[in-house]
């Protein structure tokens, strides 16, 4: 079929491209992605199918949005002609016939192949057309896109939650490291590093971290959930997320109190521990990831004696104490190791102590 796109010429420092906006059905008929083979062919990473398959769910998305244009290499000679408006410097008629694969595809892929998978998923796309690169050209300008590329501090999206009108596990959880940051009784009183940025030394995890760890409590995929709330869908039970109950139910009241309950024994357990995190890891990414991996345990059992009182995570916390002291197992940072292993070895010693 015989198409003809408006796009507008815009000169930069790089050149002269174009810009119009295509539909994604045709955008799909159209476009192909050259991937980088043995041989050193081609100029775009592999696919990755979860990135794609991601893409897809948030299409479901009442307010899906995709604002960054979808950049394309086009021979002049595969297209039916590119001509200049009269009276209208700058736009052009690009020609084409959409039967047949004429763009490359230099950034957008998984946005392409996510929307592509979504199935009945239908929108308009911004694109940036390319003619008669080289080669050397198409690797210069992916390279350049993504190495200049800055990746946005997950502090900052989770903070940015708040602003949202839908409920959410990321919105609850945001709003929970707010008020434990902020309230004096809390045991994470002024030390939650908010937006990720710089503060004092007490303040030694970031915002992100508290929200996604604790996310991982209520939902193995918060942006589904959101989606499904925002479209009006009851959200189905899942008791491997020992709080999700609490988010259906729209109680984020008891999920606030179980977390100032349950960190606020660890804290009067181990005083020394929790304050001093220049010696300790307990407190830190580390220590609060060992944290969150057993608190299903605890809370199954505060379950089974009905009980999620303070004084009941303290009584077990006390209990856990003993059984390190008596392995000789000590929380210092320079005895167990960071990142998920050292979580994942420190979640094991706790539960051994229940």
């Known amino acids: 079929m015989r198409c003809t796109l408006p796009i507008l010429e815009i000169t930069q420092p790089v050149g002269t491209f174009y810009v119009g906006k295509m539909n994604s059905r045709r955008l799909i008929k159209i476009a192909k992605t050259v991937r980088r083979d043995e041989?050193?062919?081609?100029?775009?990473?592999?696919?990755?199918?979860?990135?794609?398959?991601?893409?897809?769910?948030?299409?479901?998305?009442?307010?899906?949005?995709?604002?960054?244009?979808?950049?394309?290499?086009v021979k002049e000679e595969d297209v039916i002609s590119v001509k200049g408006m009269e009276n209208i410097p700058g736009?052009?008629?690009?020609?084409?016939?959409?039967?047949k694969h004429f763009a490359e595809i230099l950034d957008g892929q998984h946005r392409v192949e996510g929307i592509k998978l979504a199935g009945g998923f239908e929108t308009d796309l911004m694109i940036v057309v390319m003619f008669d690169l080289t080669e050397e050209e198409k690797a210069y300008i992916f390279s350049t896109i993504n190495s200049n590329q800055t990746k946005v501090d997950k502090s900052l999206i989770y903070d940015l939650f708040e602003l949202s009108a839908e409920r959410s596990p990321y919105k609850?959880?945001?709003?929970?490291?707010?008020?434990?940051?902020?309230?004096?009784?809390?045991?994470?009183?002024?030390?939650?590093?908010?937006?990720?940025?710089?503060?004092?030394?007490?303040?030694?995890?970031?915002?992100?971290?508290?929200?996604?760890?604790?996310?991982?409590?209520?939902?193995?995929?918060?942006?589904?959930?959101?989606?499904?709330?925002?479209?009006g869908e009851e959200l189905e039970e899942n008791s491997r997320y020992?709080?999700?109950?609490?988010?259906?139910?729209?109680?984020?009241?008891?999920?606030?109190?179980?977390?100032?309950?349950?960190?606020?024994?660890?804290?009067?357990?181990?005083?020394?521990?929790?304050?001093?995190?220049?010696?300790?890891?307990?407190?830190?990414?580390?220590?609060?990831?060992?944290l969150i991996k057993v608190f299903p345990a605890l809370f199954a059992e505060g379950v089974k004696e009905r009980k999620l009182s303070r004084a009941f995570f303290e009584e077990k916390w006390h209990g856990i104490r003993r059984f390190l002291k008596e392995n000789g197992i000590q929380l210092r940072s320079s005895e167990i190791p960071s990142g998920e292993q050292g979580q994942s070895y420190l979640a094991e010693w706790f539960r051994k102590g229940l």
Not at 63 to 71: E, G, N, Q, R, Y
Not at 91 to 98: G, N, P, R, S
Not at 249 to 270: C, H, P, S, T
């Open 172 to 231: 609850t959880c945001h709003e929970i490291a707010r008020i434990m940051n902020s309230d004096r009784q809390s045991p994470f009183y002024g030390r939650l590093k908010m937006l990720g940025k710089k503060g004092q030394s007490n303040m030694v995890l970031s915002q992100g971290t508290f929200v996604s760890y604790l996310c991982r409590l209520i939902s193995n995929r918060p942006q589904e959930d959101m989606i499904r709330i925002k479209r």
């Open 39 to 73: 041989d050193g062919e081609g100029i775009q990473r592999a696919l990755s199918e979860e990135r794609s398959k991601a893409i897809a769910k948030y299409c479901q998305d009442p307010d899906a949005a995709f604002p960054t244009p979808i950049i394309l290499a």
């Open 91 to 99: 736009l052009y008629e690009l020609v084409f016939d959409d039967k």
């Open 242 to 290: 020992v709080l999700r109950q609490y988010f259906i139910k729209e109680r984020d009241d008891v999920i606030l109190k179980i977390m100032m309950n349950y960190f606020g024994a660890v804290a009067a357990v181990f005083p020394e521990e929790w304050e001093q995190s220049d010696r300790y890891i307990l407190a830190k990414t580390t220590g609060y990831g060992a």
